[in-house]
C-alpha cells in the first residue's frame, strides 16, 4: 500500500509539473500574439526601436497582469479550501 502511495504523489507531481509547462507556453503564446499584434505594422528583417521598446513595455505589462491575476486566483483558492 504505501508503494500505491508513493507512486500515486509522484505521478500527481508529474501531473503538476506537466500542467506548469503547458501553462507557460500558453502564456508565452499569447503574450507573443497580443505584443506582436500590437507592436508590429509591418513585418520586417529587424525591428525598429519603437517596435523594440513596445515589446518590451507590452511584455513586461502582460507579464505584471499575469503575475496579479495569479496571485488573486492562488489567494482564492486557498479562501476557499481554508472553508472545508
Known sequence: ???ANVDKGELMDQVKQQIAVANAQ???????????KKCINKPGT????SEQKCISMCMDRFMDSWNLISRTYGQRLQREQSKF
Request: aromatic fraction near 6%.
Open 26 to 36: 500558453e502564456l508565452l503564446q499569447q503574450m507573443t500574439q497580443k505584443c506582436f
Open 46 to 49: 529587424s525591428l525598429d526601436s
Open 1 to 3: 500500500m504505501a508503494m
